[in-house]
C-alpha cells in the first residue's frame, strides 16, 4: 500500500498548485478520501475531504471557494486544486484514505488506514 503526494512547492500569494496523491495497493473506490495539512508548531486538520460514494465535498471554512479535492478512481489518484493561496496556507499537505466511509468528514480521528508521506507547501508573502 502506498499514497504518494505531489505537487508542492514555493507560490506568491495569490498563486496556485495542484497536489496530486497517487495510491497503489488498494481499491481507492472503496475509500472516503481527505487532504490534511500541519503548519509548524500546529496540529493536523482537514482541508477537504469526500466520502467513497459521491463527489460531494466538505471543506475547511478558511479554504471554501479557493480549494477543490477531486479524485479519478480510474487513476487511483487524488487531487487537491488550490486557488488564491494565502501565506497561512503554508504547511506540509497529507492525503489519507479511509476504508468504506460512505459519509464525509474531514476529522484527522477517522482515518486510520492509509496515509501519504506528506507534500511541503509554501505560500510566500
Known amino acids: 500500500v502506498e499514497l504518494v503526494e505531489s505537487g508542492g512547492g514555493l507560490v506568491q500569494t495569490g498563486g496556485s498548485l495542484r497536489l496530486s496523491c497517487r495510491t497503489s495497493?488498494?481499491?481507492?473506490?472503496?475509500?472516503?478520501v481527505a487532504w490534511f495539512r500541519q503548519a509548524p508548531g500546529k496540529e493536523r486538520e482537514g482541508v477537504a475531504c469526500?466520502?467513497?460514494?459521491?463527489?460531494?465535498?466538505d471543506y475547511l471554512d478558511s479554504v471554501k471557494g479557493r480549494f477543490t479535492i477531486s479524485r479519478d478512481n480510474g487513476e487511483k489518484t487524488v487531487y487537491l486544486q488550490m486557488n488564491n493561496l494565502k501565506p497561512e496556507d503554508t504547511g506540509v499537505y497529507y492525503c489519507?484514505?479511509?476504508?468504506?466511509?460512505?459519509?464525509?468528514?474531514?476529522?484527522?480521528?477517522?482515518?486510520?488506514?492509509?496515509w501519504g508521506q506528506g507534500t511541503q507547501v509554501t505560500v510566500s508573502s
Open positions: 489519507a484514505a479511509d476504508f468504506g466511509r460512505r459519509e464525509r468528514s474531514c476529522q484527522l480521528i477517522e482515518y486510520d488506514d492509509y
Open positions: 495497493g488498494f481499491n481507492l473506490d472503496w475509500y472516503g
Open positions: 469526500q466520502s467513497s460514494n459521491d463527489d460531494r465535498a
